[in-house]
């Protein structure tokens, strides 16, 4: 239904209101005005007098509303209203003439939209086909206008479509599209906000014209992919409840058992040992240059509090505290095709001493080059941390972390053997620990429903060793299901009010390497993006589309009668203990740091490996 165009109503004497509408469309005629006097019991008439043969006729419509639909030009003339009624005493009435016009609905126009943006060239299309398929065999004139704001102007392609006479044309930036016949479309090179506007391809012959109007919309150039993200990481700002120390060790804490709970069960009944904290400072060193929702995934992962400004700072401090216990190590490699961002560089150096090294133009050099640097920051402990690398690979980030701590009781020298009791319940021979009056405190967990075993270490270290109630698959699945960072934060607290005791343990002789591809786990972690689509903006300024194509961790355990050793890149471990206490079925392990109030490293022994 279309809509009155014009509604032009005089006042109540002599009333008239001048109507104009659209063909076939509809309007309600009111008989009187709100403003109108009231009557006492009205009645209506309504009574019609055509323009076209100035008859009159009555209609048949008795109440105050005159629906008129579909008008046409039939309809055209006057309506008049008269309302009868009573004013007190006094018989009334009242009129209203309504003069209706009909007109004829204009014309829609047409016209074909482009878009493009600024700096790209476009063409505008001119479809001249249409003028040869109507049957006209005649070849047109074609010309192109552009509405500006001084009127229509005549538009001048050039033919020559050479590049190097083109260069010579700096001012020419309109072409034809190309030189042959029945092709009339435009181009537009390296188009400016400018250029947007009306065009129109005008079509003459020596009977017909035709014009097809184009609107070309050009929107402006998107900034760059990294615009507002190559800053450098912002300033570490006091905290209002916590310390950022107390902030950083809970965040670890979390982000260990999480770690855990997600490779328990990648690798069902084998053994584990991985390093939480050198997984998370290898992505802390990576959050240092991410950027938007790719920043807040990795901030959530790692279970620190949203824009948590001191996590670098407080890291720093960490290493520090622990170096003594932890060697710890990061580095950068990069292919020196790629632009690192200064910012990144400076505070990667700042925050975890890395100095970004060049890879070269070798993938197997490169091979040589990464293992040589994981063997001798980890004692040559893990000496192969990748055997490939894709020609394609530009950027490796590497952590490496190693433990070496001395029993502060020792073992009795013993070549002692005992029966290891699988969840079979095959039982096999091993190698073990063996202590007639070892020092110790240890207790149940009801929370873990393991007993606990915590053995002191040099250094403000200890390990935790968990043991099930019995020796089924499914006693210690329950205690792997009741990790989480709650019951671990009450053992430790429990094994330290703990008193010591003296007892006899039995420990299994270890030496542990287990590799751990981490996409899965990272992924599992809510960092896909990190694989398809992350925002890296403060590593790479320059590319918006660098993704991780690979991330690896390995990691090494020994109990011997020396003490514990472990190493990894990019790795964790937890320890356990008990009152005659021996360990030999299935257990976790959880190495503790009471200086980063965190494990350092976590895993389970399902079967012994003996050196």
């Known amino acids: 239904m279309y809509r009155v165009l014009l509604l032009l109503c005089a006042g109540l004497s002599l009333s008239t209101c001048d109507i104009t509408v659209l063909l076939n469309s509809g309007i309600p005629l009111i008989c009187l005005p709100d403003n109108a006097p009231v009557l006492a019991d009205p009645t209506y008439t309504w009574s019609f007098t055509s323009k076209h043969t100035q008859q009159q006729h009555m209609l048949e419509e008795k109440g105050k509303i005159l629906n008129l639909r579909n008008i046409n030009s039939t309809q055209e003339g006057q309506y008049k209203c008269v309302q009868d009624g009573y004013k007190e005493e006094d018989r009334m009435r009242l009129s209203r003439t309504f003069t209706i016009r009909v007109e004829e609905p204009p014309r829609y126009q047409e016209w074909q939209v482009v878009k493009e943006v600024a700096g790209n060239d476009v063409k505008l299309p001119c479809r001249v086909t249409e003028f040869f398929s109507s049957g006209n065999t005649e070849n047109p004139h074609v010309v192109w206008k552009r509405q500006t704001e001084n009127g229509v102007m005549l538009l001048k392609p050039d033919k020559n479509t050479d590049d190097k006479e083109k260069e010579n044309k700096t001012l020419q930036r309109i072409f ?52 507002g993200y190559t800053g450098p990481w912002e300033d570490c700002e006091e905290q209002d409840s916590r310390s950022g120390k107390a902030i950083l060790q809970d965040s670890l804490r979390d982000f260990s058992v999480s770690v855990y709970a997600e490779l328990k069960g990648s690798k069902p009944q084998t053994n584990l040992i991985f390093s939480p904290i050198s997984i998370a400072v290898a992505l802390y060193n990576l959050l240092l240059g991410a950027r938007g929702e790719t920043r807040t995934q990795l901030e959530s992962a790692l279970r620190i509090p949203a824009e948590f400004s001191c996590v670098h700072s407080e890291t720093k401090k960490l290493q520090q505290v622990i170096k003594d216990t932890l060697r710890m190590a990061s580095a950068i490699f990069y292919s020196p095709e790629r632009q690192l961002g200064e910012a990144f560089v400076n505070q990667s150096k700042e925050f975890y001493d ?254 012994p490996i003996n050196p």
């Open 176 to 227: 034809w599209n190309s030189p042959g016949e029945q092709d009339w479309d435009i181009k537009i090179s390296q188009t400016t906000e400018e250029d947007a506007g009306m065009y129109y391809c005008v079509i003459t012959n020596t009977s017909t014209s035709n014009t097809l109007s184009v609107e070309l919309e050009v929107a402006a150039p998107p900034p760059p992919p990294c615009f």
């Open 354 to 607: 890395v100095v970004p090294e060049k890879l070269t133009n070798d993938s197997n050099q490169n091979v040589i080059l990464i293992n040589q640097w994981v063997a001798k920051k980890t004692n040559k402990k893990i000496t192969e941390l990748i055997d490939y690398l894709d020609d394609t690979t530009s950027f490796i980030l590497l952590n490496a972390v190693y433990f070496n701590g001395k029993w502060k009781t020792v073992f009795e020298s013993t070549d002692k053997r005992e029966n290891f009791i699988k969840f079979s319940g095959e039982v096999i021979e091993v190698q073990t620990l063996y202590s007639s009056k070892y020092n110790l405190q240890m207790g149940y967990s009801k929370k873990l429903q393991a007993e606990v075993g915590k053995f002191p270490l040099t250094g403000k270290n200890s390990l935790y060793i968990l043991v099930p109630r019995t020796t089924s698959e499914e006693s210690f699945a329950l205690m792997e299901d009741n990790i989480n960072k709650h019951s671990i934060e009450v053992m430790v607290s429990e094994m330290n009010k703990m008193p010591a005791q003296t007892a006899e343990v039995i420990l299994p002789k270890i030496k542990l390497t287990v590799d751990t591809q981490l996409e899965d786990l990272l992924r599992n972690l809510g960092l896909s993006d990190l694989f398809s689509n992350p925002n890296l903006c403060g590593i790479f300024p320059e590319e918006a589309k660098s993704f991780i194509s690979d991330a690896r961790h390995s990691a090494f355990l020994s109990l011997t009668e020396k003490g514990v050793e472990a190493a990894a890149a990019t790795t964790i471990s937890f320890s356990r203990s008990f009152s005659s206490f021996a360990a030999l079925q299935p257990f976790i392990l959880i190495l503790w740091s009471d200086e980063a109030g965190a494990p350092l490293f976590m895993g389970r022994i399902i079967n």
